[in-house]
């Protein structure tokens, strides 16, 4: 049976961390906002069902695109069913260098995904979806469902934009991002880049601020749980300039890196610690509007972090350049390379500070919107069974 062609392009922003990185994996507080610069992916039915999926015109391999392969066995089961895709993507973000790209891509996919295949509703609400009475839990396979019940209510099928849903989103990629990462990874990114604007994650619930939701993750150091919050971003003429170092620096090696330092050296938890209340210092900052103070904990939180050891030579090196312009320098993600960030009132001095000092710089406005479907065509790319859901 072939398909007419079906198209979805999605998209999700990438994200800086203002405070906190590292130390959110065990628990502490951090912030996040999501920048101007987007990951772009579009999916295509091509073929026949059961053919090799494409990725860039040649076959995907799944052990080469682990958050592809992820979102697709939690979405996509391949049947006779099912269509095979075309995907493109198409990324403002450089990779692996602490904006947020892998979970960018994850969260569009998934929103692609979603998008492309519709989701199930009854009169009670969603039949499908991590959240629906299958109970389907992310972070592992997820069920199959059969609800009896979904005819006999009147089920209908929401498509396109109408189909996804952000915590959803969110949820799908941090499962993926802590399978991708050996256990050991928070909700910071994937819940940035789902819901766009500024993201305060925390141990407990923070006064003075919306709520979104709780996750949990059984991580190697044991069971994690975050309070995911919004914070409104302040309406202020303030920008982030990047820099980039280029040095190429995956987050899982960064993430074990600490991991294993903390093994070896318990009391340097103290450290952890530390980032943790410099990052609820900071949050209150950017409640308050207090632009200025808010660059004084990303510098104090930057020290610590070259304290941990996920510096180098080259963040180093940008982050000096680029201090003379701002009210505050730091690393941003998992270090190692990557990027830098500074909070500039002065973005084109700031800018060509950074690239004279051999970085790339790209300027951002702070908390963009997150996800969303930016074009469709004849969704849903086919009619998943009860017994597919
Ligand atoms: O993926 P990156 O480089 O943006 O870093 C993510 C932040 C970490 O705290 C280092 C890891 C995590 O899962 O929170």
Redesign the pocket.
């Known amino acids: 049976m072939t398909h007419p062609v079906a198209m979805v392009v999605a998209s999700a922003p990438g994200?800086c961390?203002l405070f906190?990185?590292?130390?959110?994996?065990y628990g502490e507080p951090?912030v996040a906002v999501a920048i101007d610069q987007r990951v772009t992916i579009s999916i295509k039915t091509h073929q026949k069902p059961g053919a090799t999926w494409k990725l860039e015109g040649v076959p995907f391999i799944a052990e080469k695109h682990p958050h592809l392969e992820g979102l697709r066995k939690r979405l996509w089961h391949l049947s006779e069913q099912t269509p095979s895709l075309d995907i493109a993507i198409n990324s403002k973000l450089p990779s692996?260098?602490?904006?947020?790209?892998?979970?960018a891509l994850s969260v569009a996919f998934s929103a692609a995904l979603r998008a492309a295949r519709g989701r199930r509703v009854d009169e009670k609400g969603w039949c499908e979806g991590f959240s629906s009475e299958l109970k389907t839990d992310p972070y592992n396979e997820p069920r199959r469902g059969h609800e009896a019940g979904f005819i006999r209510n009147g089920g209908r099928r929401l498509l396109g934009k109408d189909a996804i849903d952000e915590d959803e989103c969110a949820i799908l990629a941090h499962a993926i991002?802590a399978e991708v990462?050996k256990g050991?990874?928070?909700?910071?990114?994937s819940s940035t880049v789902s819901h766009g604007g500024c993201t305060l994650l925390s141990d407990d619930f923070e006064k003075g601020l919306d709520w979104r939701y709780s996750r949990q993750l059984s991580t190697p150091e044991g069971k994690r749980n975050w309070e995911v919050h919004d914070v409104p971003v302040p309406q202020d003429d303030v920008w982030l300039v990047i820099g980039n170092t280029g040095k190429y620096?995956p987050?899982g090696k960064?993430?074990e890196r600490?991991a294993s330092m903390l093994a070896a050296e318990p009391e340097r938890m103290n450290e952890i610690i530390t980032i943790g209340s410099i990052a609820r210092r900071g949050a209150d900052a950017l409640k308050k509007g207090n632009m200025e103070a808010v660059g004084i904990c990303m510098t104090e939180n930057h020290l610590l972090l070259r304290g941990l050891g996920?510096s180098s030579p080259e963040l180093e090196n940008l982050v000096k350049a680029a201090a003379n312009y701002s009210l505050g320098v730091k690393l941003?993600?998992?270090?190692g390379g990557?990027c830098m960030i500074a909070l500039t009132r002065e973005p084109k001095q700031t800018a060509e500070a950074i690239e004279l000092a051999g970085g790339r710089s790209i300027v951002t406005s702070l908390g963009t919107s997150g996800v969303r479907i930016d074009d469709d065509e004849n969704v849903p790319f086919w009619t998943p069974g009860v017994a597919d859901s």
């Open positions: 994200k961390i906190g990185e590292h130390a959110v994996v951090a692996a260098a602490g904006l947020g790209s892998s979970a991002e990462q050991r990874a928070s909700p910071i990114d620096s987050t960064m993430v600490v996920v941003t993600g998992s270090g990557g």
